[in-house]
């Protein structure tokens, strides 16, 4: 077969296949549902919240993000990509954006939760994983696959 059909046909059929292997289960290290509660940051400092426990799920606020503040890097900017009216001149800082995350026992990860994006207005699922002592936060619209995962350590 001619090379370049051959790297893509492989391409098509081997990514699907690899990730829906239930990889994330061999990996996952969280043994906990509270293991997750805490302050996290991206490694780049870009991105800082806290988990927290909602009362029977987990939720995320927000307490730093570059996309989050004005150009002086300190006053937070306002909801106004929010699809309701009422909430557009609230500040992001401090605002719930992670929702309804559920501890999977079984797949030891956070599962069913719900990601406010300020920047677009749109909400996303999202689920969670700790792997090696970092966060995997999955934000994705319809399947886990067309999703992105952002890494994050623990703050120090």
Known sequence: MLEFIRKPLLAAVLIPAMTS?????ALAQATSPSQIIGIWEAEDG????EMFDAGGSYAA???YGVRLVEADGK??????HNPDPKL???????????TNL??????????????YDPSSGRSLSARVSLVGGKMELRAYMG?????RTMVLRRAQ
Not at 21 to 25: C, Q, T, Y
């Open 46 to 49: 870009n991105v800082k919240f």
């Open 21 to 25: 292997l239930p990889v994330g289960v």
């Open 143 to 147: 399947t886990p696959m067309l999703g």
């Open 75 to 80: 006053t937070f900017k306002k909801d106004t």
């Open 88 to 98: 557009r001149d609230r500040s992001l800082k401090g605002i719930v954006f992670i």
């Open 61 to 63: 606020r927000s307490i």
């Open 102 to 115: 559920a501890w999977d026992a079984r797949d030891r990860r956070w599962e069913g939760g719900n990601m």
